[in-house]
């Protein structure tokens, strides 16, 4: 056998973007080893989502119906039986935070080498698989010797499989009894409202931990003052409670789409640059003529923020 | 009740870097206490300083380097430390499975009631070492914390796990459990003069194969690098050039083209 299993993401009743992608990886993998791809939809209302998957390229799709939500020793089990089953050559999981959840529980338990947050496959003789390292300053190839194994698969890095076909679905049983699972999901909370909405703004200046200080903040206020924009941050600026999370851009923050993005002292980590390759214009100073901003930059400063922001601020004084 | 904190040294590229065979040439390299390790550390340190007759050890696997990074978590106020490292350890590709033997082997010697690791560490990014683990082991875990709360009798957490887009999962999740520390958290305090001088006299206990028990098959792995390059930039950017007046003349003019500052 050289079939392919991955596995769909959803949450609170719709299918998550990466479903789409890793159904294209898994169709890639499947035809470099000449084998079906099964797809997984465990949990919540799966025929529905069964119904937005059946996608061209999909062989065929195992639904397992138990629980509403995400549950890790739900999606571990279903996943390892299903595995047990069709015994696949290679199984995709997500490199979702509930992919981060259960991915390399699936691996350990079925003793799977775990490539993880994969942003390339290739295959030939054995998988050839592409990760970044350093902060996304580098990009590694891995090869696998032992067959199968198991990847995660980096969202946003295959383009969404979107035409649709008839697949056959089956449903796979799989017994679960949440009350007996040490983890039991509560409910969820929405974080992040307040004062401003950066996903309005035209102009977002965004500031990262290139600012060093508190203190520093003060620049960018200043900048944003003359200039008419709205201040947002990346993460670190939010951890240190130097902002409140609402402006915080990024993967687990929001998601903005302003006529110009100005990234002042950011590096562009991958789950920033989620939340804002989306911008019409992106601009970026940084003293690192490596960070990886400027692979997503229309226009690139090289030098210091404490040099050019008070500059900057002159000109528009 | 133990807490077993795991803590890597990451290691950091300078800004101009060069790479030799499968890995950024050591001199480019500059060392570090992972940040998702520095919150891991904080919380454990919190929960210690809030309950009575808790013991905090960290666990770090690398090479003696390191130990100037474990005495940074001693000094923060992590009670002892294990280092674990061997010849054969250093001529390993460690994945994923070779660390969760290595860690599940710690945790057999400690009996841990609670391990904290980090959600990912920073340089080689698996973001996957404390959840292998806790399947490993046979611990509940809960992935991706950004807020925790305990019980008074330590049976379990109640935590939030950050997801995608300003959400949070609540969770409940019984004890012994591994717990992997999203940064925020809390505030990773600065190790204070006084605790500087107390890390000086902690212990570090050093930790081969053999004494956890296990031999090379432990970290074979079947997963190699290959390669390593610097990504081909798809990148198009019109860098603004000169000194820092005229770049800041330059981006004016950009953003008054864009219409988005009016003047
Ligand atoms: C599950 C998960 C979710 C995450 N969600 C988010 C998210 O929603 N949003 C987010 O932003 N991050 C998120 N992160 C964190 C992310 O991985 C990075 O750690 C973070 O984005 C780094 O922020 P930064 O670029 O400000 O800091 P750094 O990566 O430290 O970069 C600082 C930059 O400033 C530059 N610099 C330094 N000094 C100067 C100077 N004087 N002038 C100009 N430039 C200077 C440096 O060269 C460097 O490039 C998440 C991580 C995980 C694991
Ligand atoms: N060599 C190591 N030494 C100590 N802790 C480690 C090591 N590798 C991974 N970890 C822990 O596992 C977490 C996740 O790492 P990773 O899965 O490699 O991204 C880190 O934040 C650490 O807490």
Redesign the interface.
Known sequence: MSDVLAVADH??GAVRDVSFEIVRAGRELADDLDGDLHLAVIAGDVDAFADRLSLAGVDAIHTVEAGEE?N?DLY?GATAALFEELAPTAVLMP????G??????V???L?L?????AVDLAYDDGL?AT????????????????EP?AV?VRGGEWAALEERADVPVEAFEYEFDESAS???????????AGDVDIADA??LVSVGRGIEEEENLELIEELVEV???TMSSS??I????WLP?NRQVG?????VTP??YLAIGISGAVQHVAGMKGAE?I??IN????A?I???????????LF???P??I???E | MKILVTVKEV???A???E?EG?D?GEQYLEYDLNEWDDYAVEAAVQLSETYDDVEVVSATIGPERAEETIRMALAKGVDRSIRVWDDDVAAADL???AK?RLFAAVVEEEDPDLVLSG?QA???????????L???IG??????VNDLETEDDLSMA?V???????????????FP?VL?IQ??LN?PRYASLRGIRQAQSKEIAEFGLADLGLDADAVA???????????E????????DGA??E???Q??D??RE??????
Do not use: C
């Not at chain 1, 990760?131 to 032992?146: H, I, L, W």
């Not at chain 2, 340089?123 to 996957?128: E, H, S």
């Not at chain 2, 864009?258 to 003047?263: A, I, L, N, R």
């Open positions: 949450r609170r995400f890790h571990a490199n979702s935070v509930n981060l959840d259960y991915a390399p529980a691996a350990n338990r003793d080498p775990l490539v993880a947050d050839e990760r970044e390292m350093y902060g996304s300053k580098v990009e590694t190839t891995v090869e696998v010797s032992e194994f995660t040490g983890a039991r999901v509560q409910g969820f909370e929405e974080v992040g035209e102009f200039t008419g924009a993460r670190p939010v951890d240190n409670g999370k993967q687990s923050g929001k998601q006529d110009v214009t601009i970026a003293t690192d003529p490596n990886p400027f692979d997503i930059a229309d226009y690139g400063i090289v030098g210091d040099d050019v922001v500059a900057l002159e000109e528009f | 290691a950091e590229a800004d101009d870097f790479i499968t950024i994945d994923v499975a969760t959600v920073a340089d080689d990014g698996f973001g996957a070492t404390g959840v292998s806790a399947d490993e611990f509940d875990w809960a992935a991706v109640h939030h796990r950050e997801l995608e887009g300003g959400i949070e999962e609540l969770t409940d999740v019984d459990a992997t940064t925020g505030e792995s079947p997963i190699s690098r290959t390669g390593m390059y610097e990504p930039t798809e990148s198009d950017a019109t860098y603004l820092a007046d770049q800041a003349g981006l004016a950009v953003l864009k219409g988005v500052v009016s003047e």
